[in-house]
């Protein structure tokens, strides 16, 4: 209960700031009507000192205090405690409005830029989901990829340098790599004879995948690779093309990231900018 409810600073901020942003800006207004045939709105989960708090922004809060964890795991007591923090803010957010803490520069500076921040997050995700990346784009991107390769590759991790060359000539001599690697190895790999299974290299730590990309087919690196782990004799096993499927998602992300950036420029150009930096 303590872990779960534990003091959410940065988040209470942000919804403490919210509120009075629309306090701020929404004081005195009516809710708009519902548009005829519009499903009604929730009932509010709250209400304190007359202002409302909606169910929407409570579900919202409540799913950035899970972090992953399953909604249905929340018990009755966990909700209404969240419910708590939320009345704790709006009471809070209320008595700073009566202090005119809205007017004051540090705050209002930290209330707009929340609120360009909010438009803006808001304003990408509503483009990603209308720009999403067609089968002919995706398969476009598979076929002009650069690195693309999926290496099968295993390994022996020692402390010391001077332990994987002692091993590397051991194998050399003719013991095999799988029986050094469960006897000696201290990764947890060690069990499967040192077997990584296939992996891309933007998986692995720099000089790993380095020295992966430089061996051939059955070769055994001629010297130790040291990274932050310790030092690795590997052993390229065999290399193939990352099947599509799998780099699918990688792909995706590739392209919105492209589109989203010439979205931005796209802006940028009919926009009136002025640098006073």
């Known amino acids: 209960m303590t872990q779960f409810l534990s003091t959410q600073w940065t988040r209470l901020s942000t919804v403490a700031a919210m509120t009075l942003v629309l306090a701020a800006c929404g004081k ?23 202002t409302p708090i909606s169910r929407e922004a409570y579900d919202d809060y409540l799913k950035g205090l899970l972090r ?35 007017k004051d520069p540090d705050t209002a500076t930290r209330i ?4 360009t921040q909010i438009l803006a ?38 402390p010391t340098k001077e332990k994987a060359e002692q091993l590397i000539k051991k194998i050399k001599g003719g013991a095999k790599f799988e029986d050094v690697a469960k006897a000696e190895s201290t990764d947890n790999s060690k069990a499967n004879g040192g077997d990584l299974g296939w992996f891309t290299t933007a998986r692995m730590v720099k000089p790993f995948g380095d020295a992966v990309k430089a061996l051939k087919k059955g070769d055994l690196t001629s010297e130790p690779v ?15 093309d990352a099947p599509f499927d799998q780099m699918k998602a990688q792909l995706s992300n590739g392209i919105m990231q492209k589109k989203f950036q010439d979205y931005i420029d796209g802006l940028k150009k009919t926009a009136k900018i002025e640098k006073k930096l």
């Open 226 to 240: 040291q990274t932050q782990y310790g030092w690795h004799i590997i052993k390229l096993e065999d290399t193939r």
């Open 68 to 102: 992953g964890k399953p909604a249905a795991d929340v018990t009755a007591e966990e909700k209404n405690q969240v419910l708590d923090q939320m009345i704790n803010m709006q009471v809070i957010a209320t008595q700073a409005e009566k202090d005119g803490l809205e």
């Open 28 to 50: 005195g207004q009516q809710a708009a009507a519902p548009a005829p045939g519009a499903k009604p709105a929730a009932a509010p989960v709250a209400i304190v000192d007359g």
């Open 112 to 115: 707009a830029l929340l609120r």
């Open 121 to 158: 997050d808001a304003a990408a995700q509503k483009y990603v989901k209308s720009n999403e990346p067609s089968d002919q784009e995706l398969h476009a991107a598979y076929d002009a990829a650069t690195d693309k390769t999926e290496y099968h590759a295993s390994h022996i991790l020692v």
